[in-house]
């Protein structure tokens, strides 16, 4: 069983700075993928940038350029810095990890029960 908590969310004006963290906790296994993803009001729930076993990291089109996805493996830390906030970056963060070799990624959030999910964390920007 894996936790994970995340934490960094606010409201911020736009052009302003976040930095969101995931801590993972419990048997924190090495061979994952992990990622943040985020769920619009109304919207599915979308990737956003992940980084995989090798620590190799993979963004959304939609958000390349302003975000960073690191890792602290001696931790078990994620983190999500988003720079540039934009209103259409208001959302709940969610960060997830789940094992690496599979089907999951950006483009397909892994279902419950093939990945572990935080509770998330609340991005609200205001224009």
């Known amino acids: 069983q894996v936790t994970l908590v995340e934490s960094g969310g606010g409201s911020v004006p736009a052009g302003g700075s976040l930095n969101l963290s995931c801590a993972a906790s419990g048997d924190t296994y090495s061979n994952v993928d992990m990622g943040w993803f985020r769920q619009r009001t109304g919207k599915e729930r979308e990737g956003v940038a992940m980084i995989d076993v090798n620590g190799t990291p993979s963004y959304a089109e939609s958000v390349k350029g302003r975000i960073t996805i690191s890792k602290d493996n001696n931790k078990n830390i994620l983190f999500l810095q988003i720079n540039s906030l934009k209103p259409e970056d208001t959302a709940m963060y969610y960060c997830?990890?789940?094992?690496?070799?599979?089907?999951?990624?950006?483009?397909?959030?892994?279902?419950?029960?093939?990945?572990?999910w935080g509770q998330g964390t609340q991005v609200t920007v205001s224009s």
């Open positions: 997830a990890a789940w094992l690496a070799g599979g089907v999951y990624g950006l483009d397909i959030p892994p279902r419950d029960g093939f990945g572990y």
